[in-house]
């Protein structure tokens, strides 16, 4: 089956502005996990994220992105570690506070930690997003997926074949124009649209 495709639309500006009002400030709440991992929390609404850093980024990284999914209703959280036993902790730590489901989202090479996890431990993701990654979707789970990249960079032409190729009947793609690639996406010039399209799919899940 060929997968769906975000579109692009105009941009709601609210969507950062009023999350901002709504979480306070943007640092997030550093806390430690089981296993001893560590990572920053955002929000407190009854859907969980779990946010996996690019290389040469950390949890804090991603404060302006986690604000505004906090502000949509979302228990967030950044694990400091981008490896696959953090993700697990992190999930484990929300399904452990009350929280019954739980996406992931990993940027670049943060995405190999998120894959593993879709493969190994299917039944703990609710859905999965993966900006500029590229790897084997055939063994992942058949939760919801949307893989997203820029229209210029080379990871473009992977996020496209793993839509087509990963199991499930809800995934779907969507590019972002220029050539950003990984968190960088979100911080240049179709960040807004980019963060439009991730927080659509995620509401439309929930």
């Avoid at 999930?91 to 996890?117: K, N, P």
């Avoid at 590229?134 to 058949?142: K, P, Q, R």
């Avoid at 991730?198 to 509401?203: A, C, D, I």
């Amino acid at each position: 089956m060929q997968p769906s495709i975000v579109r692009r639309v105009s941009v709601l500006v609210t969507v950062m502005a009023l999350s901002l009002v709504a979480c306070g400030g943007t640092a997030g709440t550093p806390i430690e996990l089981p296993g001893g991992t560590a990572a920053r929390s955002w929000g407190d609404g009854p859907y969980g994220l779990v946010l996996v850093h690019d290389i040469g980024h950390d949890a804090a990284s991603w404060s302006a992105q986690a604000v505004a999914f906090a502000g949509r209703g979302m228990t967030v959280l950044a694990v400091e570690d981008a490896d696959a036993d953090a993700v697990v902790n992190a999930i484990t730590w929300l399904l452990g506070s009350g929280i019954e489901r739980v996406a992931v989202l990993g940027a670049g090479a943060g995405s190999v930690a998120v894959l593993t996890v879709g493969a190994e431990r299917a039944e703990l993701v609710d859905q999965m997003i993966l900006i500029s990654a590229t790897g084997d979707v055939a063994t992942l789970g058949a939760f919801p997926k949307l893989f997203v990249a820029s229209e210029q960079e080379g990871a473009a032409a992977d996020a496209e074949r793993m839509a087509t190729e990963a199991r499930g009947d809800w995934n779907a793609l969507f590019l972002a124009p220029g050539s950003d690639s990984g968190q960088a996406i979100l911080a240049g010039a179709a960040g807004e649209a980019t963060m439009e399209a991730v927080v659509r799919r995620l509401e439309e899940r929930r």
